[in-house]
T-cell receptor
Framework: KQEVTQIPAALSVPEGENLVLNCSFT??????LQWFRQDPGKGLTSLLL?????REQTSGRLNASLDKSSGRSTLYIAASQPGDSATYLC?????????????FGTGTLLAVQP | DTEVTQTPKHLVMGMTNKKSLKCEQH?????MYWYKQKAKKPPELMFV???????INESVPSRFSPECPNSSLLNLHLHALQPEDSALYLC???????????????FGAGSRLTVL
């Protein structure tokens, strides 16, 4: 059974810092990995999607990497801003299944202090 | 229109009530999903509809009854719920339910349910 873990569970940084969020998964047979952002009490916003054949994806100040063989992904946020404060979730889609079923990680709660 | 709209945003119901959550998208997506999220926990998949047919039921209790009347609408009918069913219910949609690389899930803002 696929298990997805994120560390740290919570992170507080001063504005302007670069930071890295980690995601690990137990079954490397994944189809893709997606990073989401969730503001308190709100829905999820998709940030980046990495296919299993890709090593990284970039969008603005965000860069996500994927090392499928070791079961790891990182989300790098450059020059953090208070508006980046949210919970960040990674989710993997298992390979071999016909259905787009995502397994979510435990999340990292990020607070960027002004 | 690139949104998934969920109504109501908040719902309080007693254990004997019958209520429904609604989800709507007009992106032409043919797969729609219900997720349940407890406080400080990740979302957990409940149901997947593909081309208006139920394709996945993650062993959800029968007091939750999904319905997909057409390709744009997804309902979740609630009956005889328990207080532990209180959670944020998230609806999502994607182009289809298959393995296409472009198959990103778009989530709604959620319906926060409280069962008294």
């Amino acid at each position: 059974k696929q298990e997805v873990t994120q560390i740290p569970a919570a992170l507080s940084v001063p504005e302007g810092e670069n930071l890295v969020l980690n995601c690990s998964f137990t079954d490397s047979a994944i189809y893709n990995l997606q990073w989401f952002r969730q503001d308190p009490g709100k829905g999820l916003t998709s940030l980046l999607l990495i296919q299993s054949s890709q090593r990284e994806q970039t969008s603005g100040r965000l860069n996500a990497s994927l090392d499928k063989s070791s079961g790891r992904s990182t989300l790098y946020i450059a020059a953090s801003q208070p508006g980046d404060s949210a919970t960040y979730l990674c989710a993997v889609r298992g390979d071999g299944g016909a259905t787009n079923k995502l397994i979510f990680g435990t999340g990292t709660l990020l607070a960027v202090q002004p | 229109d690139t949104e998934v709209t969920q109504t109501p945003k908040h719902l309080v119901m007693g254990m004997t009530n019958k209520k429904s959550l609604k989800c709507e998208q007009h992106m032409g997506h043919r797969a729609m999903y219900w997720y349940k999220q407890k406080a400080k926990k990740p979302p957990e998949l409940m149901f997947v509809y593909s081309y208006e047919k139920l394709s996945i039921n993650e062993s959800v209790p029968s007091r939750f009854s999904p319905e997909c009347p057409n390709s744009s609408l997804l309902n979740l009918h609630l009956h005889a719920l328990q207080p532990e069913d209180s959670a944020l219910y998230l609806c999502a949609s994607s182009q289809d339910s298959g393995g296409s690389g472009a198959n990103v899930l778009t989530f709604g803002a959620g319906s926060r349910l409280t069962v008294l």
